[in-house]
């Protein structure tokens, strides 16, 4: 099974947590997709290590639901279905408005700045098409808010949230113009912020994450399956 493997040098993490970011990582970056079996024989051939540890690895993600159960079968990279979809992005809706709004209230200048030019960084990044660059600076401004924000439990709960959408998360943003639609949003965001309006900021935010969502059914329409 392709992927990183888990050398033997010096790391505080315990191998199931390490063989558990790296199929995280894999997941991101397209190398496990949805629906494709786990094999617990290969992925300890492939980390060199026993099938304990990977089984723990591969309980701790099915725990986040990234991974699948079924019984008599075996593990599966997770699938969500269009509802679970739907309801997760609902809820991460809400959950990024409460991060505007709390940075909104919170944020000092300094904070405020950096937002500013790391926003200017993804608008930049996205007028040249560079779309690593642009994913790296996109990355840091959600994290500057979430910092902002001052709220760790709130932030647990958004990233959760956007770990468990990395598979829809890969699909648009390769779509065409989401990278300059994605930045547009990112300085509606900070324009209300900076004027110190809360409806304003929610509001960007709020369009931020709905847009995706629509971006997302845009592309299930356009498949051959969805127009029979």
Not at 36 to 64: I, N
Not at 121 to 145: I, K, S, Y
Request: aromatic share 4%.
């Amino acid at each position: 099974m392709p992927g990183t493997s888990i050398d033997g040098g010096l790391n505080p993490l315990s191998q199931p947590d390490r063989i558990r970011l790296a199929l995280v990582h894999d997941m991101e970056t397209g190398v496990l997709t949805p629906g494709l079996p786990l094999d617990e024989k290969a992925l300890a051939e492939r980390f060199g290590v026993s099938r304990t540890p990977v089984r723990e690895a591969l309980l701790t993600l099915a725990a986040q639901h990234l991974v699948t159960i079924q019984p008599r079968s075996g593990m599966y990279v997770h699938a969500p279905d269009p509802s679970e979809l739907v309801s997760m992005l609902e809820a991460l809706s809400e959950l990024e408005a409460v991060v505007a709004r709390l940075s909104t209230l919170r944020m000092d200048h300094g904070q405020r700045e950096r937002l500013q030019a790391l926003s200017l960084l993804t608008d930049e990044a996205a007028q040249r098409g560079e779309r690593l660059a642009f994913e790296q600076a996109n990355q840091q401004f959600h994290d500057a808010l979430y910092e902002g924000c001052g709220n760790s439990i709130v932030v647990d709960q958004v990233r959760q949230l956007r770990l468990r959408l990395w598979a829809f998360r890969r699909r648009v943003r390769d779509q065409p113009g989401r990278l300059q639609s994605s930045a547009a949003d990112h300085r509606a965001i900070v324009a209300g912020l900076l004027a110190n309006d809360l409806e304003r900021a929610v509001n960007a935010m709020r369009e931020h994450i709905s847009a995706k969502g629509r971006a997302f059914a845009d592309l299930l329409l356009a498949q051959p399956s969805a127009q029979r």
